[in-house]
Structure formats: C-alpha cells, structure tokens
Nanobody, 112 residues
Framework: QVQLVESGGGLVQPGGSLTLSCNAS????????MGWFRQAPGKERELVAS???????SYADSVKGRFTLSRDTVNNTLNLEMSSLKPEDTAVYYC??????WGQGTQVTVSS
C-alpha cells in the first residue's frame, strides 16, 4: 500500500508559475514509474508528465517546455514545476505510483 499526498495547487494568473508536490509514503527509489495526470471538467484524465527510475522523463506535447519534473529522494517527493501557465492548464492534478496508486488530487486554476 502506498499513500500519495499532493500539494501546491491554487489560483494563478495566466503566465504565472506553480510547483506541485507529490509526497509518497514509501521510498521513491523503489518505484519504476511515477506520473502526474490532470483532469479538467468534462474531460478525461490525461497524462501530463512521467518519471522513470532510469532517470528519464517524458511530457505531453501541450506542456513541453513549460513543465518540469524533479525528484527529491530524501523526502520521497516528486515535484512538477509549472511555468507560463495557461487557462487551459486548469484542472485537478493527480499523482500516480506505478499503475496502481493515486493521490487525492490538487486543484490548479489559471485565471485572471
């Protein structure tokens, strides 16, 4: 069993920045895959960014160049640094461990 707790969401103006954090109850050195997903109202949940234990990362085309993953192995946290935010980035953002465990989500709203 793994518990994931997301934090860092909020209201930000277009062009602004936010950093989301996903804190895991187990060492993230043990995990093969962690990812950030998002779900906007009326839309399906989509994969935004992936981190693999090889150190490689991948990003959805819609966020490439704007979002960056970083891993804090001391605090078992996967961070998603988001910049140049757009209104279409508004969604609930979820963290996922492997293909099994989800966090509760954190709301990101981009609006003036």
């Amino acid at each position: 069993q793994v518990q994931l707790v997301e934090s860092g969401g909020g209201l930000v103006q277009p062009g602004g920045s936010l950093t989301l954090s996903c804190n895991a109850s187990r060492s993230i050195l043990l995990v093969y895959f962690m990812g950030w997903f998002r779900q906007a109202p009326g839309k399906e949940r989509e994969l935004v960014a992936s981190f693999f234990n090889t150190g490689s990362t991948s990003y959805a085309d819609s966020v490439k160049g704007r979002f960056t993953l970083s891993r804090d192995t001391v605090n078992n946290t996967l961070n998603l640094e988001m910049s140049s935010l757009k209104p279409e980035d508004t969604a609930v953002y979820y963290c996922k461990w492997e293909h099994q465990y989800w966090g509760q989500g954190t709301q990101v709203t981009v609006s003036s």
